[in-house]
């Protein structure tokens, strides 16, 4: 089984910038997808970015392109969310989640972490 734990949440300005970091361990991730996910007070969970961990290919919403990155660190089993040039939508819930072999947006994942609080102030 898969554990994840999230951190690096906080309150910012519009404009700043914050990295989440999600650790995961208990299992290889060498065959997992890794996501970042989000839940606005009163809307559902919505995709933010994907990373394949084997190869490193990744994938995000158009709402985030061009101003947050999904990355991983093999070494500490970590991937990371580079949220740049942040904006009061963007404040919610982030949650990491993980998926085993396929993904395609919409699937569900099998495992997600707690979620750290991301509030952007205006």
């Known amino acids: 089984q898969v554990q994840l734990v999230e951190s690096g949440g906080g309150l910012v300005q519009a404009g700043g910038s914050l990295r989440l970091s999600c650790a995961a361990s208990g299992y290889s991730l060498s065959s997992y997808y890794m996501g970042w996910f989000r839940q606005a007070p009163g809307k559902e969970r919505e995709f933010v970015a994907i990373i394949r961990w084997s190869g490193g290919s990744t994938y995000g919403t158009d709402s985030v392109k061009g101003r947050f990155t999904i990355s991983r660190d093999n070494a500490k089993n970590t991937v990371y969310l580079q949220m740049n040039s942040l904006k009061p939508e963007d404040t919610a819930v982030y949650y990491c989640?993980?998926?085993?072999?396929?993904?395609?947006?919409?699937?569900?994942?099998?495992?997600w972490g707690q979620g750290t609080q991301v509030t952007v102030s205006s």
């Open positions: 989640g993980a998926r085993r072999y396929t993904w395609y947006e919409g699937a569900s994942m099998a495992y």
